[in-house]
């Protein structure tokens, strides 16, 4: 069953004290019971599968890399060997990619310096363990940026990326309250149950910003929201379709006002990917400098998923990175039971333009410069029993996240390290919510 998270309001701080429940927690419940608007997100639905399934225990074909050429320990790279087991596992259309215990090496001097890409449905990566002595991939090399005047261009080492485009599908001709799970569209014409869509509004009308700031006032050096408007961009599974009324499996995470353009479109993604008991290792050893250059911000980046369902990353260490994991343009993602280590670095664990992204059991011990948190117009995110050291801060990096739950979480108020430029501010929008907050 899903878990029943917490929920709140912009920028409200909200918690419960001696066995006290919340009024606002009430009210909430109240609203569900009767059916009527909520006052706050419902977060409940975050994560894999929306919390209803556990993570599970693949038991499809396994492609051990060591039987494509890599050799634990053996001082010789190992990346062609990875990409060989990779390729394998795809063109079967499923597979485990087993890593057995000892150090696998995956980008050396003589290696070229592109990263490993991984695009298929049903793909897991699994190792022995995250600890000393069992499964480590370390990056020997950073990676170049694409654009050296752009310090965030530098790629991510793994990259399991969904493929595809979004195709406009149809307007939304109905409004709808937060919380609301069906939609009124113009035509349901090639929209059937399970299919992954998009709900999407961008639009700088003034009532609709004004709306949107909750009474707070929009600093004219904020030119992204003022010239490009709000942006929201919620994924959703279908459950059904009835006439021109479309049915969501998840709850509509935003007030929907019809007259502002809100679009359907078709999410071009993989589900079922799982990374897994594996720790990612980089060679970044140096006091970081926020922004200096490429290598700071960005030469040992791990792990990026982008365009995934209800897919996972559990169990793992990432050691000396300047950039842990990404979790971009996806829904119900899990990142769960993971640890930061070594030399601080750029950032942690983020959720990107993602929905209902759950990560949760988290130790940064490391101090990144943006601990686990969230950017972009990312929605629906929770954070649940993430442990953050005193001298970072949770990121909130601008580009309009929305709707976040930081539950049960453990430090991470450190002053200037949300992030964000200023162009792209506010730091985060509507319902921001601190609950059971020990900082």
Same mark, same amino acid.
């Given at each position: 069953?899903?878990?029943? =998270?917490?929920?709140?309001?912009?920028?409200?701080?909200?918690?419960?004290?001696?066995?006290?429940?919340?009024?606002?927690?009430?009210?909430?419940?109240?609203?569900?019971?009767?059916?009527?608007?909520?006052?706050?997100?419902?977060?409940?639905?975050?994560?894999?599968?929306?919390?209803?399934?556990?993570?599970?225990?693949?038991?499809?074909?396994?492609?051990?890399?060591?039987?494509?050429?890599?050799?634990?320990?053996?001082?010789?790279?190992?990346?062609?060997?990875?990409?060989?087991?990779?390729?394998?596992?795809?063109?079967?259309?499923?597979?485990?990619?087993?890593?057995?215990?000892?150090?696998?090496?995956?980008?050396?001097?003589?290696?070229?310096?592109?990263?490993?890409?991984?695009?298929?449905?049903?793909?897991?990566?699994?190792?022995?363990?995250?600890?000393?002595?069992?499964?480590?991939?370390?990056?020997?090399?950073?990676?170049?940026?694409?654009?050296?005047?752009?310090?965030?261009?530098?790629?991510?080492?793994?990259?399991?990326?969904?493929?595809?485009?979004?195709?406009?599908?149809?307007?939304?001709?109905?409004?709808?309250?937060?919380?609301?799970?069906?939609?009124?569209?113009?035509?349901?014409?090639?929209?059937?149950?399970?299919?992954?869509?998009?709900?999407?509004?961008?639009?700088?009308?003034?009532?609709?910003?004004?709306?949107?700031?909750?009474?707070?006032?929009?600093?004219?050096?904020?030119?992204?929201?003022?010239?490009?408007?709000?942006?929201?961009?919620?994924?959703?599974?279908?459950?059904?379709?009835?006439?021109?009324?479309?049915?969501?499996?998840?709850?509509?995470?935003?007030?929907?006002?019809?007259?502002?353009?809100?679009?359907?479109?078709?999410?071009?993604?993989?589900?079922?990917?799982?990374?897994?008991?594996?720790?990612?290792?980089?060679?970044?050893?140096?006091?970081?400098?926020?922004?200096?250059?490429?290598?700071?911000?960005?030469?040992?980046? =791990?792990?990026?998923?982008?365009?995934?369902?209800?897919?996972?990353?559990?169990?793992?260490?990432?050691?000396?990175?300047?950039?842990?994991?990404?979790?971009?343009?996806?829904?119900?993602?899990?990142?769960?039971?993971?640890?930061?280590?070594?030399?601080?670095?750029?950032?942690?664990?983020?959720?990107?333009?993602?929905?209902?992204?759950?990560?949760?059991?988290?130790?940064?011990?490391?101090?990144?410069?943006?601990?686990?948190?969230?950017?972009?117009?990312?929605?629906?995110?929770?954070?649940?029993?993430?442990?953050?050291?005193?001298?970072?801060?949770?990121?909130?990096?601008?580009?309009?996240?929305?709707?976040?739950?930081?539950?049960?979480?453990?430090?991470?108020?450190?002053?200037?390290?949300?992030?964000?430029?200023?162009?792209?501010?506010?730091?985060?929008?509507?319902?921001?919510?601190?609950?059971?907050?020990?900082?």
């Amino acid at each position: 069953m899903r878990t029943k =998270l917490l929920t709140g309001a912009l920028f409200v701080v909200l918690c419960c004290i001696n066995a006290q429940e919340s009024q606002i927690w009430q009210a909430f419940v109240d609203a569900k019971e009767n059916g009527k608007e909520l006052p706050l997100p419902d977060f409940s639905y975050a994560g894999y599968q929306c919390g209803e399934k556990a993570i599970p225990d693949i038991e499809a074909k396994v492609f051990n890399v060591t039987d494509f050429g890599a050799v634990p320990n053996d001082k010789l790279s190992d990346k062609e060997a990875i990409r060989k087991a990779i390729n394998a596992a795809v063109k079967n259309g499923s597979g485990v990619i087993y890593f057995p215990a000892g150090r696998f090496l995956v980008n050396e001097k003589t290696d070229d310096d592109k990263p490993i890409i991984i695009k298929g449905k049903n793909i897991v990566f699994r190792g022995a363990g995250p600890n000393e002595g069992e499964t480590e991939l370390y990056m020997s090399e950073h990676l170049p940026p694409k654009d050296p005047a752009k310090l965030w261009t530098t790629p991510y080492m793994f990259q399991f990326i969904g493929g595809g485009k979004e195709v406009k599908l149809t307007d939304v001709t109905g409004s709808c309250s937060m919380g609301d799970f069906a939609l009124k569209v113009k035509s349901t014409a090639g929209i059937e149950a399970g299919n992954w869509v998009v709900l999407r509004v961008k639009n700088n009308a003034p009532d609709l910003i004004e709306s949107e700031m909750c009474g707070c006032q929009v600093d004219d050096k904020w030119t992204s929201i003022l010239n490009k408007g709000i942006y929201v961009n919620e994924y959703h599974q279908v459950e059904k379709v009835k006439g021109k009324t479309i049915f969501f499996k998840e709850p509509i995470l935003r007030k929907v006002n019809h007259k502002h353009n809100w679009e359907l479109l078709s999410y071009a993604n993989y589900e079922e990917v799982g990374v897994e008991s594996i720790c990612f290792s980089g060679n970044w050893h140096d006091k970081f400098v926020h922004h200096k250059d490429c290598l700071h911000d960005g030469g040992y980046s =791990l792990l990026k998923f982008q365009r995934l369902a209800n897919s996972w990353v559990q169990n793992c260490r990432f050691h000396n990175v300047n950039r842990a994991v990404n979790v971009v343009l996806s829904a119900n993602v899990s990142v769960l039971n993971c640890t930061v280590t070594g030399t601080p670095g750029h950032s942690s664990i983020s959720s990107n333009a993602s929905s209902r992204v759950l990560i949760g059991k988290i130790n940064d011990s490391s101090s990144q410069w943006h601990a686990p948190g969230v950017t972009s117009a990312t929605i629906g995110t929770v954070l649940w029993r993430v442990k953050y050291n005193e001298d970072t801060s949770f990121e909130t990096h601008a580009s309009q996240p929305r709707a976040t739950l930081f539950d049960c979480v453990e430090g991470g108020f450190f002053l200037g390290r949300g992030g964000g430029a200023r162009h792209n501010l506010p730091n985060h929008m509507e319902y921001l919510v601190l609950w059971n907050l020990k900082s």
